[in-house]
């Protein structure tokens, strides 16, 4: 399966911009960009993404509170979380992948190779 719509969790404006160059025009993925946790549990299963990208820090709630929001629900449970954070501490990492995160993405990232990046988390997860 070919990954096309993600969604993205994240409440900076300009790393809003720079991943929908890294995303639609780089990578040309649909995308949907949400600004808050709450914003992407009520747009979630209208776009019916196939992946989420999802910041770890945010106000209001944050990346992880928001994961396990998404796992609680049935028919988002099985969606593959990737979080996007400049915390790569291994302690960190393992906690968001206990939370149910396929992998984490390190910030910055590189807006030339963020799509190829998460194409490889794809793979992985579907291998």
Partial sequence: MTLQRILYVEDEPLVQTIAKVALVKVGGFNLRICDSGAQALQEVKAFAP??????????????????????????????????LTANTDPKEIAHYRSLGAVDVIAKP??????????????????A
């Fill in 50 to 83: 196939q992946l989420i990208l999802l910041d770890v820090v945010m106000p209001g709630m944050d990346g992880p509170a928001t994961l396990v929001q998404l796992r609680q629900d049935p028919d988002t449970a099985a969606i593959p979380v990737v979080f």
């Fill in 109 to 126: 990232y590189n807006p030339m190779t963020l799509a190829e990046q998460v194409r490889q988390v794809w793979a992985a997860h579907h």
